[in-house]
């Protein structure tokens, strides 16, 4: 476990310095993670905003038992969750998939790729939230099966498990749709 300079702060150290240095360092990390539970980028936008402002509260009381990245997904996670569960969203707002335009050069191997990464996450977005989280955590945050486990407070066997399933769902979406064409 890497040790980290704000398990040592103490009040009265100024928090604004040290929320930009985790703005700048993870805010990219926490955005994607609130994206892919939320399915949405105005959500994910709120859940950061609502991140930060937690951290920025709590920010003394980190003891350095788990990886910042680790700290800041699961408060993440919490936040994205409790958004999803308000009345509004589950009621009111109709939720579909957003996905970011990008520049695309013109070099035909840079296209495909660009189309068969983007197809590869339309399929990552399908899969139920509990499978869904596990791959994100995985395979683009690359956290292991322990830290998985913590941070959904899980067991590692249950991470495990959900992991291969999860790969065998993908599996299914990606031949159903190629044998489709």
């Known amino acids: 476990m890497d040790s980290h300079y704000l398990q040592y702060l103490a009040p009265g150290y100024d928090r ?6 985790l703005m700048l360092t993870f805010g990219e ?20 905003q609502e991140t930060f402002l937690a951290v920025y509260d709590k920010l003394y009381s980190f003891r350095g038992d788990c990886t910042i990245r680790s700290w800041l997904l699961t408060i993440t996670r919490n936040k994205s969750y409790k958004y999803m569960n308000q009345a509004f969203i589950r009621k009111v707002t109709l939720i ?3 996905w970011r335009n ?15 990464t983007k197809y ?14 596990i791959i994100i955590l995985n395979y683009h945050y690359e956290l292991t099966a322990r830290e998985i486990g913590e941070l959904l407070q899980i ?3 249950t991470v495990k498990s959900r992991l291969h399933r999860a790969r065998k769902k993908m599996t299914t979406l990606l031949e159903s749709n190629n044998g489709g064409e």
């Open 102 to 116: 990008e520049s695309t050069s013109s070099a035909e191997d840079v296209m495909f790729d660009q189309m068969n």
């Open 96 to 98: 579909d998939q957003v």
């Open 120 to 133: 590869i996450w339309k399929c990552v977005m399908k899969l139920p939230l509990k499978f869904r989280e």
């Open 29 to 48: 990390d926490v955005w994607n993670f609130a994206f892919f539970i939320t399915r949405r980028a105005d959500a994910a936008d709120d859940v950061s």
């Open 155 to 157: 067991s590692e066997g």
């Open 16 to 21: 604004n310095e040290v929320l930009q240095d």
